[in-house]
T-cell receptor, first 111, second 114 residues
Framework: QKEVEQNSGPLSVPEGAIASLNCTYSDRGSQSFFWYRQYSGKSPELIMSIYSNGDKEDGRFTAQLNKASQYVSLLIRDSQPSDSATYLCAVRGSGNTPLVFGKGTRLSVIA | KAGVTQTPRYLIKTRGQQVTLSCSPISGHRSVSWYQQTPGQGLQFLFEYFSETQRNKGNFPGRFSGRQFSNSRSEMNVSTLELGDSALYLC?????????????FGEGSRLTVL
């Protein structure tokens, strides 16, 4: 059973701080890694994708991937109250495999 | 460009009934995936369809079924409903099957079983 693990939180950070969200996965052959944001009562929205080791930056968001450690993270710089949401890590393995989601980390940014 | 459209958005059923949920993917997207989301289990994969063929199926009982039509629209059916089937059912579309794995979700159909 391929698993994706996340700390459920809640993770509370003050406005303007860096929020760090972490995710580990069990399938060493995984190829594609994603972060989705889900506001309460809404559907998941793709915010970042990363496919190779290292960092990928998009605005205030940075995704980091370490395949050797089977670890992927999301950093949110200058956190805003509007970033308060549940962040879902999703991983797709090699070949014909579905996208597997973690249970999500709830982030709360305090003004 | 219109997003993924799911109908109905909300529905209430009683145990033993059946339900059919519909999903229209983003125009040009040929892959449709279905997920069940509950507070305790998170997002769990149900099935994935591409060009009317089921490519993957999750670990759900046979009461859960789906299909995809030639216009890429998809339906899922749950027969003999149980209380535990109460959940948000999310449909997601993608331009290709598997591949980069970027899924675009609809707003979901929230099913309550009484």
């Amino acid at each position: 059973q391929k698993e994706v693990e996340q700390n459920s939180g809640p993770l509370s950070v003050p406005e303007g701080a860096i929020a760090s969200l972490n995710c580990t996965y069990s399938d060493r052959g995984s190829q594609s890694f994603f972060w989705y944001r889900q506001y309460s009562g809404k559907s998941p929205e793709l915010i970042m994708s990363i496919y190779s080791n290292g960092d990928k930056e998009d605005g205030r968001f940075t995704a980091q991937l370490n395949k050797a450690s089977q670890y992927v993270s999301l950093l949110i710089r200058d956190s805003q109250p509007s970033d308060s949401a549940t962040y879902l890590c999703a991983v797709r393995g090699s070949g014909n495999t579905p996208l597997v989601f973690g249970k999500g980390t709830r982030l709360s940014v305090i003004a | 460009k219109a997003g993924v459209t799911q109908t109905p958005r909300y529905l209430i059923k009683t145990r033993g009934q059946q339900v059919t949920l519909s999903c229209s993917p983003i125009s040009g997207h040929r892959s449709v995936s279905w997920y069940q989301q509950t507070p305790g289990q998170g997002l769990q994969f149900l099935f994935e369809y591409f060009s009317e063929t089921q490519r993957n199926k999750g670990n759900f009982p046979g009461r859960f079924s789906g299909r995809q039509f030639s216009n890429s629209r998809s339906e899922m059916n749950v027969s003999t409903l149980e209380l535990g089937d109460s959940a948000l059912y999310l449909c997601a579309s993608s331009p290709v099957a598997g591949g980069t794995g970027e899924l675009f979700f609809g707003e979901g159909s929230r099913l309550t079983v009484l």
